[in-house]
């Protein structure tokens, strides 16, 4: 252990710095979530219980302290609060739909969702038109907006040759995707 640096272990240099400052003030045993790395390259979230032990001078001759691996708690804790994103707008769009809204408010709508669940800065809602079979675009940031308007030709057809495109014609339903 006394080979191992510690700190050196910190994922965010920031954290480890936060740490030593809050510990170098006080003389309390303070509590610090972080993640850190393994030797094997594997990151783990661990709870920090330690203490600045000084001297008579106040100068800090070592740390002492525990860890506590509390991965999987907040993995758990990741899947509550994406599940209670995600049943939160079900609910708003399940609602809207229930009133008189037209595609591209619902459209508008849906995006918004998406964005938030996926952590997308691009997107675009979009449906078949059962006429021509081309897409229609009903949504999107403003970003993909920029790239149908550079391509003004290609952007309807954008994904007819994607597998994902083939998939969802093939099978008549709908596909979210995160790519």
């Known amino acids: 252990l006394k080979a191992v640096n510690c700190w050196d272990l910190h994922l965010n240099r920031s954290d480890r710095e936060s740490c030593q400052t809050v510990l170098d003030s006080s003389h309390l045993i303070e509590t610090f979530e972080t993640q850190l790395r393994r030797r094997d390259g594997t990151l783990i979230w661990v709870r920090d219980t330690a203490r600045a032990v000084k001297d008579q001078k106040g100068q800090t001759?070592?740390?002492?302290?525990?860890?506590?691996?509390?991965?999987?708690?907040?993995?758990?804790?990741?899947?509550?609060?994406?599940?209670?994103?995600?049943?939160?707008s079900l609910a708003d769009v399940s609602s809207r739909l229930l009133s008189p809204t037209s595609i591209e408010e619902m459209s508008g709508l849906v995006l918004e969702h998406v964005r938030r669940l996926t952590s997308s800065l691009t997107c675009l809602v979009g449906y078949v038109d059962h006429?021509?079979?081309?897409?229609?675009?009903?949504?999107?940031?403003?970003?993909?907006?920029?790239?149908?308007?550079?391509?003004?030709?290609?952007?309807?057809?954008?994904?007819?040759?994607?597998?994902?495109?083939?998939?969802?014609?093939?099978?008549?339903?709908?596909?979210?995707?995160?790519?």
């Open 131 to 179: 006429r021509t079979g081309r897409l229609v675009t009903a949504a999107a940031t403003d970003d993909a907006r920029q790239m149908i308007i550079q391509q003004p030709d290609r952007a309807p057809d954008a994904h007819r040759g994607s597998a994902l495109w083939n998939w969802v014609l093939a099978n008549k339903k709908p596909i979210l995707t995160n790519l």
């Open 61 to 88: 001759c070592f740390y002492d302290g525990a860890l506590e691996d509390i991965t999987r708690r907040k993995h758990t804790d990741a899947v509550l609060s994406w599940n209670l994103q995600l049943r939160t």
